[in-house]
């Protein structure tokens, strides 16, 4: 413990070096900046970073890295409040109820309770990274074929067990996400499904451009034509400071969630967006009033944020503990330090102490920047909202277009958000969800990989998935949730749904 | 007034001659065909900043990932031969074309669409075990394979990926059968035999440098036609009696109809970048070591380097079909 | 008809083509699964939920109640940004984005062309100059270098 403490204050040390701290100031700046701009996230924003690091100190280039994602992250939930479009995948459960507080002129208090809720997330994540990561990442390593294919099938069956409205609706829009995601070339064996020909589609559909479309376009597609133009909400200071209520609300979504996206994010893979989406689920269970769901319940803010921001941080830990690249963010952060000769593996920690400890010690205070930094815009940025929707929209769509293509140099992703925007116009109309689609969009592909995976390593089994201890207890999980879902369906049993008189359509 | 549009006409042609001799005018894009931090995009970033200082021009890099490179490279393929649009290309350059073929697909390109000028850095891979497996050499690791046929498993960077073409040579060689497990990277394929889930890989040699020192996986055999120098213990295929040899490498392309002196001028200045001092420090740095190679006997490597490849992918066939 | 009855049977018709397009990828067998197994389950489970959707589908509301007051504003939009997307390419970003913008603040929300020239140049410019020069991600330029 001592030794932590004494590692800990070397790493201030290091994280409080003028320099050191000047760019984690301005990663978090530059982070929220790229974060905000529709189509952006942080992995694009690290992306795009990564190459003007190459000039920098190991250190430094990592903390400027750090800082962007930190930043993108958050930058990514202001779009998704005030305007529904996610930065990334994970922040697709927050346009639902932090857009819907927007509408309602409570776009203060959602941006304050994620700004709050990301800081208290970070900060647990930082904690358990630092004292927890060798351990923890002997843990994830555990995590093969068999259990990720677990884990996926069990954040299927939470997404049926949390389904708000129609759950035959909820089922088919996850199924659709999951069509979605076989598009391209099939890892097993090669062969490229449903491409029409198109090269840039070997590669699948990206979440981003399919997130955008759904949520964003759509959204413009159905305001802007309307009659009378959406009004200007504009709200008093005292609303822009979340009441006593939202505070007793949120705190615990908040700690569940942080707990829950830091268990989710260290497992090797890129299944964070699950961490939202159960985070989201268990909070609807646990809430006296699941019914104000989705029409801008501050716990659907704040539970899904923290999730994020706690696995984002919880995937550093087999980043650094282990030296491997888990998830595309840390693949671009391992190479930011390859770049200067350091070799990422398990003697990472005891080879680069300083390294390892002025990370942790500047993600504390990128952490504080971040929330120093954005509690006092939030003001600011709800005043964005006062420019007329008429000037506001046009230029949305062309900050769409081109964070879209910016991200890959390409027009087939900007295709692809115009082509989602419509199908999503149309299944709203419908009275589709579409958040389904893209949990089921980012999981299609790993649990075909994964499953495919597994019975190649038994030579054909299915007898492998009974055999590790982890996988059969997630499957268990997983169908005692279904179980539960299909409960009031198969009996006719009242359970909460019919009670708020969402059961009306469930079949 | 003859004589004036004489001279109007004169300057004009001197000045498109001008404009002839000073390639390059404008910006140079190099498009890497994989995401940032790659090894494409780490070989190709100090590239390009050595190239910005001989051609006095800026060179941005552009990366353009998608089908595991077919994107880009098909991009360039299809660009203007003028000399501003370069390509760092890896050694699947020439698997894509042949799975296309394999899969009765559209080509993205074809491979004589683009004309080599230089290559920049070749790595061989390495097999590498999880340290469980009771086996220290590459005859263990067949004796061992031979009593328990099809039970041994390998992960790969996806199917014909740069990992799973050198397995193939190896178990084509020795005449062996094993699991294949592909995976979606060069990373994932590592992190599936850190925990265990298979029994060996291929791995780069710097990728797995780190693991090999703290004792987390163990060095078999290395596909180089010598020794790596960072791995003076390890054997080469070749001296344990198979003629497989197995480079991982990076080179740079332009479309192939681009005239021959802008050629030229590209040729004289990657050779003078690679001998750049800060290029060859960061060269270093990543580990990745500098063969450079100018353009004649490069399209020599890269012909014979196909050929090989497009057999292995003829032995492998069809996957599942 | 119902709503979800339509919903329903045009998400049928989707599983129908999707299931189509799949014959030609080897299914495999349950133990060795083909490139063709996983969208084939899935296109027989989203089918059979289409189908659901439109069996229970009798008490949503009429497919006539739903209106569709702003499809039109909707159609113009998506075409302007096809057409924007079009000229990207080939007219280069900066020039595009500034027509684009002058088309929906001028001609669809009629705003005053003062007003209109300066938000248009001014966020073409500023976007440009941002993501192209500062963060160093090449955008398309059109045939003149701008």
């Given amino acids: 413990m001592i030794e932590t403490f004494n590692s800990l204050m070397m790493g201030f040390s290091v994280a409080f070096q003028p320099q050191v701290l000047m760019y984690a100031f301005f990663g978090c700046i530059i982070g929220t900046l790229v974060g905000m701009m529709p189509g952006l996230g942080p992995l694009a924003g690290i992306s795009l970073l990564l190459p003007a690091t190459f000039g920098l100190n190991p250190i430094v280039a990592i903390v400027l890295l750090a800082g962007v994602y930190y930043g993108a992250m958050y930058g990514g939930s202001t779009t998704s409040i005030l305007m529904r479009i996610p930065g990334e995948a994970a922040s697709v459960m927050t346009c639902v109820d932090g857009y819907a507080m927007t509408q309602q002129g409570r776009a203060g208090p959602a941006l304050a309770i994620a700004a709050i809720g990301s800081f208290f997330a970070g900060t647990v994540g930082v904690v358990g990274l630092m004292l927890l990561a060798p351990t923890l990442a002997d843990f994830a390593l555990r995590f093969g074929p068999p259990e990720y294919t677990a884990l996926l099938l069990m954040g299927l069956f939470v997404l049926a067990y949390m389904s708000g409205g129609s759950m035959l609706k909820t089922l088919a829009m996850a199924v659709l996400g999951l069509l979605l995601g076989m598009i391209g070339i099939d890892a097993m064996s090669g062969y490229t499904r449903f491409s029409f020909d198109i090269t840039e589609l070997g590669d699948g559909v990206g979440i981003v451009p399919v997130a955008v479309g759904l949520f964003g376009i759509s959204e413009i597609l159905l305001t802007a034509g309307q009659p009378e133009p959406p009004k200007v909400q504009q709200p008093t200071l005292r609303q822009l400071i979340p009441s006593r209520e939202d505070f007793r609300y949120s705190a615990g979504p908040i700690m569940r969630g942080s707990l829950l996206g830091f268990m989710i994010g260290i497992i090797p893979g890129s299944a964070h967006i699950i961490s939202s989406f159960v985070s989201y689920g268990i909070e609807r269970r646990l809430s006296p009033h699941p019914e104000r769901f989705g029409k801008g319940a501050i716990e659907g803010v704040a539970g899904p944020e923290s999730a994020n921001n706690a696995a984002a941080t919880g995937a550093f830990v087999p980043m650094l503990a282990l030296g491997i690249p888990t998830s595309p963010v840390t693949a671009v952060m391992i190479a930011a330090i390859m770049v200067h000769g350091i070799l990422p593996g398990p003697m990472l920690i005891q080879q680069q102490p300083d390294l390892f400890w002025g990370f942790v010690a500047s993600m504390y205070v990128g952490n504080v920047v971040l929330l120093v930094l954005n509690l006092p815009m939030v003001g600011l940025f709800v005043n964005l909202l006062r420019i007329p929707y008429a000037y506001l929209y046009p230029c949305i769509l062309a900050f769409c277009i081109l964070g879209c293509y910016s991200v890959s140099n390409s027009m087939i992703d900007v295709w692809i958000m115009l082509g989602m925007g419509g199908v999503g116009y149309v299944l709203r109309k419908f009275g589709f969800d579409l958040a389904p689609v893209a949990l089921g969009l980012v999981l299609g592909p790993m649990l075909e990989l994964s499953l495919r995976q597994s019975l190649a390593m038994s030579g054909g089994s299915y007898g492998i998935f009974l055999e590790r201890p982890i996988a059969v207890v997630m499957l268990a999980l997983g169908l005692l949730l279904l179980a539960l879902a299909l409960k009031p369906v198969l009996f006719k049993g009242r359970d909460w749904r019919s009670k708020v008189g969402l059961d009306d359509q469930a079949g | 007034m003859k004589r004036i549009v004489i001279a109007l006409v004169g300057v004009l042609v001197a000045a498109a001659a001008q404009a002839q001799e000073t390639f390059p005018s404008r910006p140079i894009t190099m498009i890497v065909p994989f995401p940032p931090g790659g090894v494409a995009d780490i070989t190709g970033r100090p590239t390009a900043a050595a190239l910005e200082k001989i051609l006095k021009q800026p060179v941005s890099v552009a990366n353009r990932p998608g089908a595991g490179g077919a994107v880009g490279n098909a991009a360039v393929a299809n660009a203007k031969p003028d000399g501003y649009t370069l390509l760092m290309a890896l050694s699947s350059i020439s698997v894509i074309p042949e799975a296309d073929k394999l899969f009765d697909r559209k080509p993205a390109y074809a491979l004589d669409q683009l004309a080599p000028v230089a290559l920049i850095s070749a790595d061989p891979v390495i097999l590498v075990v999880h340290p469980s497996l009771p086996v220290k050499t590459l005859k263990e690791v067949i004796a061992l394979s031979r009593k328990q046929p099809g039970e041994l498993s390998f992960s790969s960077s996806g199917v014909y990926g740069a990992l799973h073409m050198p397995m193939e040579m190896f178990l084509h060689a020795a005449k062996l059968k094993m699991r294949h497990v592909p995976t979606t990277g060069g990373g994932p394929a590592i992190t599936q035999l850190l925990g265990g889930h298979v029994t060996m890989t291929a791995g780069g040699p710097a990728a797995i440098s780190g693991h090999v020192k703290a004792g987390k996986m163990r060095t078999i055999v290395s596909w180089g036609a010598e020794r790596h120098p960072n791995y003076p213990d390890v054997p080469t295929f070749k001296e344990q009696g198979y003629d497989i040899v197995y480079y991982i490498w990076a080179g740079m392309f332009v479309p192939a109809a681009t005239p021959a002196p802008v050629v030229k001028v590209l040729r004289d200045a990657t050779r003078q970048a690679v001998a750049d001092p800060d290029f060859k420090n960061q060269m270093a740095k990543l580990n990745s070591p500098v063969q450079y190679l100018d353009a004649p006997e490069f399209a020599k490597y890269l012909d014979a380097d196909a050929r090989r490849l497009a057999a292995v992918v003829k032995i492998v066939g069809k996957v599942g079909g | ?146």
């Fill in chain 3, 1 to 146: 008809m119902k709503s979800d009855q339509v919903s329903g049977l045009m998400l049928f018709a989707l599983a129908v083509c999707v299931w189509w397009l799949n014959r030609a990828f080897p299914v495999g067998s349950l133990s060795d699964p083909g490139p063709g197994y996983v969208p084939l389950l899935l296109a027989i489970a989203f089918g059979g939920i289409g189908l659901l959707i439109a069996a229970f589908g009798g008490r949503s509301e009429p497919l006539l109640a739903i209106r569709w007051p702003e499809a039109g504003r909707a159609a113009v939009i998506l075409i302007a940004c096809a057409v924007a997307t079009l000229a990207l390419e080939r007219i280069g970003y900066r020039l595009s984005i500034m027509v684009f913008l002058v088309f929906f603040l001028g001609v669809v929300e009629r705003k005053k062309p003062l007003v209109v020239a300066l938000v248009a140049a001014g966020f073409s410019l500023a976007s440009f100059y941002v993501i192209s020069d500062l963060l160093r991600v090449p955008l398309p330029r059109g045939p003149w270098g701008f």
